[in-house]
């Protein structure tokens, strides 16, 4: 998982993303079509065309990461093109992460009794 702090903030470029950018080309995205700084500290998170990897970039003020992550079944959850650039809490990019549905997370078991 990435050490990430709890006051940074995470941003999802919605739509699709090249999943051949590196994190010059990433950072460079975020620059030019998101508008925000890829030096500023957040964390910008990029999905693929089909869905399965997301790429995420991070500059901690030492150096730029580039973090990778693909899910060997299903996609991950995604907004909507039209919603723009979305926020999300470090907590949402926990779920997003391990391919829960970050928007409403539900537990799935819940014991009936203990023994």
């Not at 080309?25 to 997301?54: C, I, N």
Request: proline share 6%; hydrophobic share 40%.
């Amino acid at each position: 998982m990435i050490p990430v702090p709890g006051n940074v903030r995470v941003w999802l470029a919605v739509g699709r993303t090249d999943m051949r950018r590196g994190m010059n080309g990433l950072a460079l995205q975020v620059q030019e079509a998101l508008g925000r700084d890829p030096h500023g500290g957040d964390l910008f998170v990029f999905r693929g065309r089909s869905g399965s990897m997301v790429k995420i970039i991070w500059h901690d003020g030492l150096g730029m990461s580039l973090y990778a992550k693909r899910l060997e079944h299903g996609r991950f959850i995604w907004p909507s093109p039209a919603d723009g650039v979305v926020a999300i809490s470090s907590a949402q990019l926990a779920y997003l992460l391990d391919g829960i549905d970050w928007r409403n997370p539900r537990h799935t078991f819940r014991p009936k009794s203990a023994g």
